[in-house]
């Protein structure tokens, strides 16, 4: 199949430059931790009233949602890029620039990604186009750590099966996310007798008791199905009251992951074995609490996800020049993949340091991010 943009199209991306990095910029600037996007989206949700968008809105979950229909048609195409950001802050967050570069706290990971698109769909609005199916442009909460998808989840369960592709956007141009890496996140508590150190020597200790549970769960032997990947950690862990008190309570962050339904519930199964023979085994009590599950994808037929690919894939690479891999990843596709239908995470720029505050987007990637974005955008428009 052949693609192409027009040169009106063209035209409109490159006069849009400087304001896409002026939007890149007022977007950066406002904090927006998962659970805490109400300034990002309040900020979006005028920027489209401003273009005469009626029917925008933000839903319950903090998604700012902009329909464009054509009628008889129930079927939805998604395009999305996420507001949350992994910093904390809640103040204003420093941006700045030099010829080469923009920085900032999330800059590329997903502020360039989000002003992009909204930079592409300004060009729809102002031109008034129809598409070809209903398309839905949303900036999405809670995509980041423990905000666990609750935005993507919200927009799945407003939209239902109506929902028949997705495009996320996050991340770099030369990556198409098209397998989910589900995961299991869990807090473990082991709680003990404990004692004075000197006094009650010889009493269960649950830090000891903690660590010999680590040690089990690190006996684990990955499944493997064909090519998956399957991983575990232990993160964090925390315990004790002082150096003379045989500890009473410990606890750790464990997680195991897979790309692969089958061996992320053979996982889920050998931690609840484990779990359950230490209890048998020792004396202490274990409370796990689950703090994040993200779903794998399970897909019944892959031949749309197969199509998506390719395009976006061929669309990268003809305008960055650069080869564009297939992996695997967890992002927000892992909502809609899990419940059946397909959607790939596909990116916008060139930069370094995501996750961290010296986190930077190069300014040349920036029209080869709209052109990709574009392309994709507008092929399910007349
Ligand atoms: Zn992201």
Redesign the pocket.
Known sequence: MEYGLNKEVIQYLEDSFEETLQLIEDLCRISAPSGYEDKRAAFICEWFSKLGVNSVHIDEAKNVLVEFDCSNSNDIILFTA?TDTVFPDLDELPFSRDEEYLYAPGVG??TTCLAILMIVFKYCILNNLTPNCNVLFAANSC??GLGNLKGIKQIMNTYGDRIREVYTF??QYVAVVNKCVGSHRYKITVETEGGHSFRDFGNNNAIALLSKLICKLYKCEVPVIDESITTYNVGIIEGGTSVNTIAQKASVLYEYRSDTVECLASMKEFFENTISKFLENNKCTISVEEIGIRPCGNLKDDSILRNMTQKAIAVSEKYSGLKCYETSGS?DCNIPMSLGVPAICMGSYLGHGEHTREEKVRIDSILVGLKITAEMVLGYFD
Do not use: K, L, S, V
């Open positions: 996420h990971d997903d995509e980041e996050d991340g992002t």
